[in-house]
């Protein structure tokens, strides 16, 4: 006899977190969505080299936690798995769209959206679901969910949003057949105006490359 599953529904509370004040003084304000293995506290350094009166960064916690490895010591965090893939994303699509209400971003502050790695499939259906009226789109490192559509983007035309791809010349997660194949997704997605910035480098985050996004 098969095992049926079965559904409920409860209240689960997350964690996020932010970086420097967010006041009349901001310029931007960033939501960084970390890759597969980090935590958000930690994925929060990379950011830190930013000018603090200008920048406000805030760092979604990916609910799964796990240890890295068998001391179990360190901790890290993955978004989603292909378990339940579609109930895990409209979960995290809701806790996305709650951190995002209770910021209150101010209207004079641009908005810019990065992903590393996993962290890109998550900022993309995100912005794409919600309609998130960002300034910079920034996908590093990952692949964009093969489900989105040109039309769930389009909205980004009208608020003249730079969307910026980012990549290591020597990533081994993004290289050959992989990369030709994620460049005219990207191509088709956003219509061929998506800026390809291109580094030395592997699947890594660097420091010099986040502060030259900064407007």
């Not at 995290?92 to 959206?113: G, T, V």
């Not at 980012?166 to 998506?194: C, M, V």
Request: a neutral charge.
């Amino acid at each position: 006899m098969k095992p049926i599953e079965k559904q409920i529904s409860y209240t689960t509370t997350n964690t996020y977190l932010s970086l420097n004040t967010l006041d009349k003084n901001t310029k931007n304000v960033w939501i960084v969505f970390h890759g597969i293995g980090f935590l958000s506290k930690y994925f929060l350094n990379y950011f830190s080299q930013l000018p603090k009166d200008e920048n406000y960064i805030i760092a979604p916690q990916a609910p799964s936690k796990y240890y890295l490895n068998n001391d179990y010591k360190r901790v890290g965090a993955s978004w989603l798995t292909r378990e339940n893939r579609a109930l895990e994303t409209k979960n995290i699509l809701a806790y996305l769209d709650n951190l995002y209400q209770s910021e209150n971003i101010p209207s004079h502050c641009k908005l810019i959206i990065l992903g590393f790695s996993q962290g890109v499939s998550i900022a993309s259906r995100w912005v794409a679901h919600s309609k998130i009226p960002c300034h910079q789109l920034c996908l590093y490192a990952g692949g964009i969910p093969s489900e989105l559509k040109p039309e769930d983007f389009y909205f980004l035309k009208d608020l003249s949003t730079q969307i910026k791809i980012i990549y290591g010349d020597q990533d081994p997660f993004l290289s050959g057949q992989r990369l030709q194949e994620e460049k005219l997704k990207i191509d088709t997605l956003f219509d061929g105006k998506a800026q390809l910035i291109n580094f030395e480098g592997g699947h890594v985050v660097k420091k010099d490359l986040i502060n030259s996004l900064a407007d």
